[in-house]
């Protein structure tokens, strides 16, 4: 199925979409991810992606950070993650305000409660959801969460590769309207896993690896294929890619294997109806790279990510949520060791596989998206950031497109 198709047929059963009951609460509200990350363990920063605060984590800081959600909603709650955390994580407040740009917030936060009560403690390998906030969102409208930690957190759950950018202070800043006090920066998210608000309406979580995470977009410009998406279909739109995720193996520094997480980044946020699924890439070139993060690297054939896939897609049916497949672009003219002849024939294999096999409810063909006629096996010049592989702006904007009408 064309990728219009699928948005003309979304668009039609949008009147008559069933959230699921999990969703559903007591009063009457169903509530829906509007925005989302993926939560990997803590890892150094690097020369590409800046320092982060992961590995020593915070103490007696206030954190402030600025998401997007993709649905209106008359209230909104957080989800906080502690999964990767080796200690109780204890809040002390959080704020849910609207964004004035950088870590300047408007008048006028809102405090979050945790059954009732503004202080609460995360355990190791959890997650928890706040009581609803009443404040009423706008679709594509960015919020500031705030969130106070009082003693010393130790390494914390984040999500390292953004295209946004987080604030800390240290002390008390959870109320703080001006931005003075928040003279740190870093392009990563901390605890955060969810915004959720109160609207009918089912998801869409793209999950998968960097092109889903948005390598090689703008930062700050909300450009990446999967926001561009978010305001083509007006529907809540959730990113779960984590730059360097693989179908079959974990990574130290790139998350959990996709079976491992498929069901948490996914399945588990609330009126989910549809995802869209992009991984495969680093399986088949990270045998070639050296180092640690891209280790257990084994080389992976054919049949191996054809049967992850179908579990990926089988964990989706059983939940009744649909799927959209997304083909793999070019790898050839990547700035480090990703291609080789027999990895463009698996790749080129794959590629068939999605488009043709059958397993996936619809595909988004970002391979033809991104592919260069004069060039066969490569991107188009234009297309591309400056490693040679992943997409720049003009990409991101040609595979959100995809087989649109006209």
């Known amino acids: 199925m064309r990728l219009w198709k699928w948005v003309v047929a979304m668009a039609a059963a949008s009147v008559t979409v069933t959230v699921p009951a999990a969703t559903a609460n007591a009063d009457g509200a169903h509530w829906v991810a509007a925005w989302g990350a993926a939560m990997q363990r803590p890892t150094p920063g690097t020369e590409d992606n800046g320092p982060n605060w992961s590995v020593k984590g915070f103490d007696d800081h206030t954190v402030r950070q600025v998401v997007r959600v993709t649905a209106a909603g008359s209230r909104v709650r957080i989800r906080l993650s502690n999964l990767y955390g080796t200690r109780p994580l204890a809040i002390a407040g959080a704020r849910v305000a609207r964004s004035a740009g950088g870590a300047l917030v408007w008048p006028g936060s809102r405090p979050v409660t945790f059954a009732g009560k503004q202080a609460t403690s995360v355990a190791p390998g959890k997650e928890l959801v706040s009581d609803p906030v009443a404040l009423s969102v706008s679709p594509m409208e960015r919020l500031a ?17 953004t295209t946004a950018t987080s604030y800390r202070a240290h002390g008390d800043h959870l109320d703080d309207v001006p931005a003075k006090a928040y003279g740190e920066a870093t392009q990563a998210w901390y605890y955060l896993t969810g915004v959720e608000v109160d609207n009918p309406a089912g998801a869409v979580v793209a999950f998968g690896d960097s092109l889903i995470d948005g390598v090689g977009s703008t930062a700050g410009a909300d450009v990446r294929f999967v926001d561009q998406l978010a305001e083509r279909l007006g529907r809540p739109v959730v990113n ?66 054809i049967a992850g896939y179908r579990a990926l897609i089988d964990a989706a049916h059983a939940r009744g949520v649909k799927v959209t497949g997304v083909t793999i672009p070019p790898l050839r003219g990547a700035l480090f060791p990703f291609w080789t002849k027999e990895v463009e024939a698996a790749r080129t294999a794959v590629n068939q596989w999605i488009r043709t096999g059958g397993a996936y409810d619809a595909v988004l063909d970002a391979d033809r998206a991104m592919a260069d006629p004069a060039s066969p096996g490569t991107s188009r010049p234009g297309y591309l950031f400056m490693d040679g592989l992943h997409p720049n702006d003009a990409g991101h904007y040609a595979i959100a497109a995809a087989g649109s009408p006209g």
């Open 145 to 161: 969460v705030s969130i106070r930690v009082t003693g010393a957190t130790g390494p914390a759950t984040f999500h390292r590769f």
């Open 240 to 305: 779960a890619g984590i730059a360097g995720s693989r179908l079959l193996n974990a990574s130290s520094c790139y998350g959990d294997k996709a079976a491992d997480r498929f069901r948490r980044d996914v399945l588990d946020r609330p009126g989910v109806e549809r995802v869209i699924i992009h991984l495969g890439a680093n399986d088949l070139g990270y045998p070639q790279v050296d180092g640690a993060c891209a280790k257990p690297n084994p080389k992976v054939g054919l049949s191996q990510l």
